[in-house]
């Protein structure tokens, strides 16, 4: 049976996440670039965070991936989701755990919506959003993503 934690990601956990981006390589993270994928990377993040969230998945007691909830440092009240799922960890529905953990954080916050952002290439996560109810919003990000929203 797996067990699956969720707990806020913490600067102790920045190795091990780094440790992860460099397993899983340039070509899997192609379309994920929140910030510089290493441990500093991390540690950066987590230094800046005053309201933003940022969590990490295990499953069975191995690190399987990470999400956040930005957007609310720069005085967004509609914060952007996005969610690492490592390789070795795909395929079973550990983002839609996060997403639905994102949600309630969301609504418990009172934000009227949530907003994430997918490449264009990503069919599996697009259809993924669309099912949970996100439409696209008709912008793109600057790195040519597609936005994309919804109501709570």
């Known amino acids: 049976m797996n067990r699956l ?12 996440l780094g440790e992860l981006f460099a397993t899983d390589g340039e ?3 192609k379309h994920f670039s929140p910030f510089e994928l ?6 950066d993040a987590l230094s800046c965070a005053r309201k933003d969230g940022y969590w990490i998945i295990s499953l069975d007691e191995r690190l399987a991936g990470f999400f956040m909830l930005r957007g609310f440092d720069q ?4 914060p952007s989701f996005g969610v690492y799922v490592a390789r ?15 949600v309630g954080q969301c609504r418990e916050l009172g934000c009227p919506a949530l907003r994430l952002s997918v490449h264009p290439d990503n069919a599996v996560a697009l259809a993924a ?24």
């Open 88 to 102: 070795w960890a795909s395929n079973r529905g550990l983002s839609k755990i996060a997403l639905a953990f994102a």
């Open 5 to 16: 934690i969720i707990e806020p990601l913490a600067i102790e956990h920045a190795l091990a």
């Open 129 to 152: 959003y669309e099912t949970a109810g996100f439409r696209f919003s008709g912008t793109f990000s600057p790195k040519g993503h597609r936005i994309y929203q919804k109501s709570l």
């Open 75 to 78: 005085g967004y009240e509609i």
């Open 38 to 43: 290493s441990a500093s990377g991390v540690v």
């Open 27 to 29: 070509a899997y993270l």
